[in-house]
């Protein structure tokens, strides 16, 4: 279900969903990228360090909302953060998700 909601629209909802539980945003693109451009409160976890702050993200205890530049890196944190147990969507590209918001 997932592919269709994304497919068929549905995937604004679901950010508006999380957005009135106050998630949080993950961007977890490379520090550089992040520098040059983010959503004003993401948090930067880049990718490749994210499975070692699983358990701080737990902490926080709030559903997240994954970006990157595409949705290619986030779909990958999402999955990861999921099988951990964390309630996680992709947002996509964070250039896109910023308009969603």
Not at 45 to 74: D, T
């Amino acid at each position: 279900m997932g592919l269709l909601d994304f497919l068929t629209g549905n995937k604004g909802d679901k950010i508006k969903d999380f957005q009135s539980r106050k998630a949080i945003i993950i961007d977890v693109r490379s520090k550089e990228e992040f520098a040059q451009g983010a959503i004003a409160g993401a948090k930067n976890i880049p990718l490749q360090i994210l499975n070692s702050k699983i358990n701080e993200i737990k902490k926080l205890n709030k559903p997240v909302i994954a970006c990157c530049a595409s949705g290619m890196r986030s779909a990958s944190a999402t999955s990861l953060l999921n099988k951990n147990g964390i309630e996680t969507i992709n947002g996509g590209g964070w250039n896109s998700l910023s308009k969603k918001l």
